[in-house]
């Protein structure tokens, strides 16, 4: 017996079995829900017995399978097959004593298939379709968010009906075509998430189905999945090299298909999801060199912000959380101005490179504070900075700010000197502190901005500056008045400023309260 022989004898004694076990297994649901519990033990044996004539069929009829081992189906099959058609016939008495008209109906689909099978061992390997006389099954839900929508494509009306149940039980839409011609006309008129597809049916089979829908475009990434009696591995392996998603042999395992479907919706979601997102790509990249355009201009105001304030501020302002700082505006701010004490003489006495290292050092350690406490850097010339608060984005408590930063800068600095000594360097760090109202805006012509204060509050700032000894912070009396309660501090000396009429009391912090 040829390769091809023995396959159709394989797929004609599995597929009603695989009726038997099928329609088994819903009933034992059944009956374990609501119908009479007498029926129970019967079907359980039923489908004992069914398991048990798959198993002898898969035996004797494999790919190698001899005529000596084909010979011995009809007295291997007999006694189990007679036992299962005597339980049939009590199942089917019970049923109709309780009334239980639904599970006889499956009864007699059950028997349907079994004589189906009686006649396939009786007749050889005389080409039959067991019809369980279940008719046309049409789909009998809507379709749902959570559920795809499956076509079960099958010219045995007992499997579509199967099929179509289980499916339906589970929660999904079901598309019924009786042959190939028809499920590819399903397919183009009808949207499908998963196609359930037989291999063997009359003019176009499983094989011509699968090639057509994956040769076309619009139907190409519609998941298949194989069902068929015919297991042979290289039906198999040609099912997968057309495109198919998985294969399951019949009769099927309930929860592995219940997986598979699972599985093969998932994977169609997330390529859907996938086309969307490409879709949406293109959309974008249509107005993406206008868009561009516009980011390079933000990209060049935003690294020109970035020269004055802390990249947050810069990206705030940018993004339209903040005035444009450049243009000219007046604001009450708190002014800080820091320098080394010492080193103009260290300048002129160390070597070039020895300044550089002491400046970055200085400046780098500066920097994390000012940033820290969100002060605005108006400008640093060698050794000075000048630091101030509320400007360009008003915050709670400058004063507050200032001093604190104040504070930290000469401890941090402290640190340095420490280590400065060592390579015989004798710097200290002097801080003015000043509040007041100040001019702000773009100083410089086209091609140089700079970003600046004008008013006395900075001068004022500066000039306690450069009164401050070694490690000393000089406050006006305007700052002292906004920050007193926080602070220990002792009243300097009036000092007689540069650009000031008068003498102008000031007050060191020795720290904080």
């Known amino acids: 017996m040829n390769r091809e022989a023995l396959a159709r004898l394989r797929h004609e004694l599995r597929t009603p079995l695989n009726h038997i076990i099928g329609y088994s297994e819903m009933l034992l649901e059944d009956v374990a829900q609501a119908d009479p519990a007498a029926l129970a033990s019967g079907l359980r044996s039923l489908h004992e017995l069914a398991q048990r004539l798959l198993k002898i069929v898969n035996e004797l009829v494999h790919g190698k399978a001899n005529e000596f081992e084909v010979a011995q189906l009809s007295d291997r099959l007999a006694a189990p097959l007679s036992t299962a058609a005597a339980t049939i016939e009590a199942l089917k008495r019970a049923a109709f ?209 970035k020269r004055f304030f802390s990249p947050q501020l810069a990206e705030a302002i940018v993004a339209g959380g903040a005035d444009d700082p450049l243009k000219t505006h007046r604001r009450d701010v708190t002014v800080v101005f820091l320098d080394l004490r010492g080193f103009t003489a ?85 801080i003015g502190i000043a509040q007041g109202y100040a001019t702000i805006g773009a100083i410089g012509f086209e091609g140089r901005w700079d970003y600046g204060a004008i008013g006395s509050v900075t001068n004022l700032a500066a000039r306690l500056c450069a009164e401050a000894k070694p490690g000393q912070i000089l406050i006006s009396k305007r700052v002292l008045a906004a920050v007193e309660p926080l602070l220990h501090v002792e009243p300097a000396d009036e000092l007689s400023l540069k650009g000031f009429q008068r003498a102008i009391p000031a007050y060191e912090v020795l720290g904080l309260a």
């Open 97 to 305: 004593t309780s009334g239980a008209a639904a599970a006889l109906a499956d009864l007699e689909r059950i028997a349907s298939a079994a004589a189906s099978l009686q006649a396939v061992i009786t007749d050889g390997l005389a080409a039959r379709s067991p019809s369980a006389g279940a008719g046309s099954a049409s789909p009998a839900a809507q379709e749902s968010s959570q559920a795809g929508v499956i076509l079960v494509a099958d010219d045995d009306a007992a499997n579509r009906e199967l099929l179509g149940r289980r499916l339906e039980r589970d929660g999904h839409p079901v598309q019924l075509a009786d042959s190939g011609r028809a499920a590819l006309a399903l397919l183009r008129s009808r949207r499908v998430d998963l196609v359930l597809l037989d291999v063997m049916m009359p003019e176009v089979d499983g094989y011509e189905v699968l090639r057509q829908l994956k040769a076309d475009d619009t139907l190409r990434n519609i998941p298949v999945l194989m069902i068929s009696a015919v297991d042979e591995i290289e039906s198999v392996v040609r099912c997968i090299e057309l495109g198919a998603e998985d294969y399951l042999p019949k009769p099927f395992d309930p929860v592995l298909l219940r997986a598979r479907i699972g599985a093969c919706l998932e994977k169609k979601r997330l390529r859907d999801r996938e086309a969307r997102h490409l879709h949406e790509l293109a959309e974008w990249n249509r107005t993406l060199e206008q868009r561009v355009d516009e980011q390079v201009a933000l990209v060049e105001r935003l690294g020109r912000l």
């Open 346 to 430: 260290f300048a002129e006495t160390a070597e070039p490179e020895e300044v550089m290292g002491v400046l970055r050092e200085y400046h780098a350690e500066m920097g994390k504070l000012i940033l820290e406490h969100e002060g605005t850097l108006e400008r640093f010339t060698g050794d000075g900075m000048m630091i101030f608060f509320n400007d360009p984005v008003p915050v709670p408590n400058p004063g507050e700010r200032a001093v604190r930063m104040a504070l930290a800068m000469r401890e941090r600095v402290a640190h340095l000197i420490g280590n400065w000594r060592k390579l015989g360097y004798e710097l200290g760090l002097g």
